[in-house]
């Protein structure tokens, strides 16, 4: 990136470039249409600079990204020279030619090969409909959609002052000399209601021309860019005025604005997915991933089927670091994008949610966390039960054996073991063994036990037995991951052959009253 003494130097050349070209004419309405492009350029790099800035860019970055502001429509001034217009259409492509006249006018020298490819790529795309499929690497893609949106938020301010003007002292360059008719093209309002650019070669008049402008909101690439739309209250004032009896153009308009509103509420999801099933995910969940534009998901963990038919762009955070996960959602979070971090079974127990949270805060980037059924529970289910019984066990210990991950001493699986109660063990069955020594340590060697496999997936496995043969089920099975181990006198439940009679809840019994149902007996 340039020095500081590099950015000034190129600064001042593009400055006197800027100068010798209104030196050039002497015609008062020419120079009018040319001092707007020049004061155009200034605002853009203002723009640019607080983009920049939002998103976290640094100093050196901040200032590539004024000189590409400086350069974007450098091509502008010889361009109305000689054609006495900025249309492309009726003259010539206004960036293609700001790229000729910075390599003409050795604009760059002093930069290097990188520098002056982000610059020029980003000069050359700042104005196309649509950007190629595979523009550069991601820091040039970066540069690219930051001139684009800084442009986009100056030329309203351009048209908010136009159109604010009485017709007789409005510049004559800015609107290509449009009629100011009645009326709006349909098939600019069909655009916008269909969430995308307008096309100019559908603009007739003035109209058309300001919901064009309006249907720019949908290529904004930056939260911060939206935040300035509204601030700058670009929307009330480009909007036509005298057609908005019309209700096409009344639904088109409100379509723009609750577009704007979503991308500035737009936020962080933490969704617990669920053990498996893809039919466990929470509706909200599935709503949420539904319409999220990004998904960081646990792949090593994550049915795929749930993942199916989703237009977001997927990561799968597998072989990610923290750094690297953190990235990603401040990246699309800058950029108003709704991001879904997707973990398996429920964010409350043994999701490592904390240290991305504890981030997100610092950042201030805003969150929401969707609860999800989780895996003990699923499993329950496959065993065909519930975990507690009156004078049984009233108590479950969700828990772990230490390995890599430590354990509190007091949280220790022989103490935990203790209380005798219903236990289910997370993330411990490759190291089965010490599982079963620990248990042993206060579990009778007779009391039951559970392996849920996969608990809830179609190829998902149940075993039962004794605490004494805990370890040789698993090995036998070949159990090492993606196992729940349950423990607890409750099992006995479903397990044929074992009568609990009378030890069973009260609830619905015949002779006990509560609220809901008195004087039964």
């Given at each position: 990136?340039?020095?500081?003494?590099?950015?000034?130097?190129i600064?001042?050349?593009?400055?006197?470039?800027?100068?010798?070209?209104?030196?050039?004419?002497?015609?008062?309405?020419?120079?009018?249409?040319?001092?707007?492009?020049?004061?155009?350029t200034?605002?853009?790099?203002?723009?640019?600079?607080?983009?920049?800035?939002?998103?976290?860019?640094?100093?050196?970055?901040?200032?590539?990204?004024?000189?590409i502001?400086?350069?974007?429509?450098?091509?502008?001034?010889?361009?109305?020279?000689?054609?006495?217009?900025?249309?492309?259409?009726?003259s010539?492509?206004?960036?293609v030619?700001?790229?000729?006249?910075?390599?003409?006018?050795?604009?760059?020298?002093?930069?290097?090969?990188?520098?002056t490819?982000?610059?020029?790529?980003?000069?050359?795309?700042?104005n196309?409909?649509?950007?190629?499929?595979?523009?550069?690497?991601?820091?040039?893609?970066?540069?690219?959609?930051?001139?684009?949106?800084?442009?986009?938020l100056?030329?309203?301010?351009?048209?908010?002052?136009y159109?604010?003007?009485?017709?007789?002292?409005?510049?004559?360059?800015a609107?290509?000399?449009?009629?100011?008719?009645?009326?709006?093209?349909?098939?600019?309002?069909?655009?916008?209601?269909?969430?995308?650019?307008?096309?100019?070669?559908?603009?007739?008049?003035?109209?058309?021309?300001?919901?064009?402008?309006?249907?720019?909101?949908y290529?904004?690439?930056?939260?911060?860019?939206?935040?300035?739309?509204?601030?700058?209250?670009?929307?009330?004032q480009?909007?036509p005025?005298?057609?908005?009896r019309?209700?096409?153009?009344?639904?088109?308009?409100?379509?723009?604005?609750?577009?704007?509103?979503?991308?500035?509420?737009?936020?962080?999801?933490?969704?617990?997915?669920?053990?498996?099933?893809?039919e466990?995910?929470?509706?909200?969940?599935?709503?949420?991933?539904?319409?999220?534009?990004?998904?960081?998901?646990?792949?090593?963990?994550?049915?795929?089927?749930?993942?199916?038919?989703?237009?977001?762009?997927?990561?799968?955070?597998?072989?990610?670091?923290?750094?690297?996960?953190i990235?990603?959602?401040k990246?699309?979070?800058?950029?108003?994008?709704?991001?879904?971090?997707?973990?398996?079974?429920d964010?409350?127990?043994?999701s490592?949610l904390?240290?991305?949270?504890?981030?997100?805060?610092?950042?201030?980037?805003?969150?929401?966390?969707?609860?999800?059924?989780?895996?003990?529970?699923?499993?329950?289910?496959?065993?065909?039960?519930?975990?507690?019984?009156?004078?049984?066990?009233?108590?479950?210990?969700?828990?772990?054996?230490?390995?890599?991950?430590?354990?509190?001493?007091?949280?220790?699986?022989?103490?935990?073991?203790?209380?005798?109660?219903t236990?289910?063990?997370?993330?411990?069955?490759?190291?089965?063994?010490?599982?079963?020594?620990?248990?042993?340590?206060?579990?009778?060697?007779?009391?039951?036990?559970?392996?849920?496999?996969?608990?809830?997936?179609?190829?998902?496995?149940?075993?039962?037995?004794?605490?004494?043969?805990?370890?040789?089920?698993?090995?036998?099975?070949?159990?090492?991951?993606?196992?729940?181990?349950?423990?607890?006198?409750?099992?006995?439940?479903?397990?044929?052959?074992?009568?609990?009679?009378?030890?069973?809840?009260?609830?619905?019994?015949?002779?006990?009253?509560?609220?809901?149902?008195?004087g039964?007996?």
């Open positions: 990136m340039p020095d500081k003494n590099l950015f000034k130097e600064r001042e050349r593009i400055e006197k470039t800027i100068e010798g070209y209104l030196k050039e004419v002497p015609d008062e309405e020419i120079l009018k249409n040319l001092r707007l492009k020049a004061e155009h200034f605002k853009v790099e203002e723009n640019i600079e607080r983009l920049a800035e939002a998103i976290g860019l640094d100093e050196a970055e901040r200032d590539l990204a004024r000189l502001a400086l350069l974007h429509d450098i091509g502008r001034f010889p361009q109305y020279l000689k054609y006495r217009t900025f249309r492309d259409a009726e010539v492509n206004h960036a030619l700001s790229v000729e006249e910075i390599e003409r006018l050795n604009l760059l020298d002093g930069l290097d090969d990188r520098e490819r982000i610059i020029t790529s980003a000069v050359k795309f700042h196309a409909y649509t950007l190629p499929e595979t523009v550069g690497d991601q820091q040039e893609g970066l540069f690219i959609r930051l001139i684009r949106d800084a442009d986009k100056d030329i309203w301010r351009v048209f908010s002052e159109f604010a003007l009485p017709p007789h002292s409005r510049p004559s360059g609107a290509f000399g449009l009629p100011d008719t009645e009326g709006f093209s349909h098939e600019i309002v069909d655009s916008i209601k269909s969430g995308r650019m307008a096309s100019l070669k559908d603009v007739k008049n003035l109209n058309d021309f300001r919901l064009l402008q309006l249907s720019w909101v290529d904004l690439n930056f939260r911060e860019s939206f935040r300035i739309f509204r601030e700058r209250g670009y929307l009330s480009i909007a005025t005298s057609p908005l019309d209700d096409r153009l009344r639904d088109a308009i409100g379509q723009i604005e609750e577009y704007l509103q979503r991308r500035l509420d737009s936020k962080v999801y933490f969704i617990g997915a669920g053990p498996g099933d893809p466990l995910l929470t509706v909200k969940g599935r709503r949420l991933l539904e319409s999220s534009d990004v998904v960081i998901y646990a792949g090593s963990l994550i049915n795929p089927q749930i993942l199916q038919g989703l237009k977001a762009r997927l990561y799968d955070s597998s072989g990610m670091t923290l750094d690297e996960i990235n990603l959602m990246r699309y979070y800058h950029e108003a994008k709704v991001v879904v971090r997707l973990h398996s079974g964010l409350s127990i043994y490592s904390n240290e991305q949270i504890e981030v997100l805060k610092r950042l201030k980037i805003p969150f929401e966390i969707i609860p999800g059924l989780s895996s003990f529970q699923a499993g329950a289910a496959q065993l065909g039960q519930e975990l507690t019984i009156p004078e049984i066990s009233q108590t479950v210990i969700l828990t772990r054996l230490e390995g890599r991950t430590p354990v509190p001493a007091k949280e220790r699986l022989s103490e935990l073991a203790r209380h005798n109660a236990m289910v063990i997370f993330l411990s069955a490759g190291m089965v063994e010490r599982v079963q020594e620990e248990l042993l340590q206060a579990y009778p060697e007779d009391t039951p036990v559970a392996i849920v496999e996969k608990a809830s997936w179609p190829d998902g496995r149940v075993f039962r037995g004794r605490l004494k043969e805990l370890a040789d089920i698993c090995i036998n099975a070949g159990i090492k991951r993606t196992a729940l181990i349950y423990i607890g006198d409750v099992l006995k439940a479903s397990l044929s052959g074992e009568d609990l009679t009378g030890r069973y809840s009260r609830l619905y019994s015949s002779d006990f009253e509560h609220s809901f149902r008195k039964s007996r």
